[in-house]
């Protein structure tokens, strides 16, 4: 199953057109993308039988986040080998570094970002997950159980801000307006042949940047909610953005930044693309 934010409504995507899920359900589920998540399985089984009308075409950029408003943002670092080593950092061994983006730098897939006068802005493509049900102290292999769905996430990150200062200050220097792009669609788990193993790329200006898998990840998705959930209560419609592979500008030689006019394209397979062009403040 696939979910978007069309215009502000929950839709679901069905052979490419948009279905809007309260007037198909008669009200019975809110139009409000985000409040899907805390039915999650009413949901699911409503809509694996409802008979439903005609879609319409999307227009991608009327896409908002699959999950706009969520109460919590996790975002994993150094949770790719190649990308830990890039930063010059040891390999996580029981918890990836963890922070957070704040929820006003959610958008959707197709958008222009204001780059921050004087910054160093980069690229990391992330794939992410949303939370269907509650997961608190979940076993890895129970995970999967708790996923809503994937999704493509962009963590956009202002790297002087992170950086500057006694210590590294990750969630500010990743939350300025429009840094945590996700979309175009939620796909649910059992969409995908292996939820474990998708491709997902990156290109600035038709350049690729970054390739990868998900299989790559040192800890995988069942991985990264089992051991969350062993601290905080992971809540429905949570997002949680699971780390980046190698290639970000950062850790090239010489370091690249993104500039005004760039464009960034981030693909994950079986999901879709985000676009995302970068202006100058004015
Ligand atoms: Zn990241």
Sequence with gaps: MHIANLSGRLVLIVDGLAVDVEKASSGRFAADPQAVYEEWEEFRAWAAQARLPEGNPVDPARL??????????????????????????????????????????ITGPVTDVVLPPGGHTDWEIELVAVIGTRAHHVSADSAWGHVAGLTVGQDISERITQLEGPAPQFSLGKSFPGFAPIGPYLVTPDAFDDPDDL????????????????????FSVPELVARLSSVIPLLPGDVIFTGTPAGVGLGRDPQRWLAPGDELVSTIEGIGELRQRFVAQT
């Design 64 to 105: 908002g986040a699959p999950a706009p408003a969520p109460r919590q943002i996790i975002a994993a670092g150094l949770n790719y080998r190649d990308h830990a080593a890039e930063s010059g950092f040891a390999l996580p061994v029981t918890m990836p570094p963890v922070f957070t983006k704040f929820a006003t730098s």
């Design 199 to 218: 491709a997902l790329r990156c290109t600035v200006n038709d350049e690729e940047v970054q390739k990868s898998r998900t299989s790559d990840l040192i």
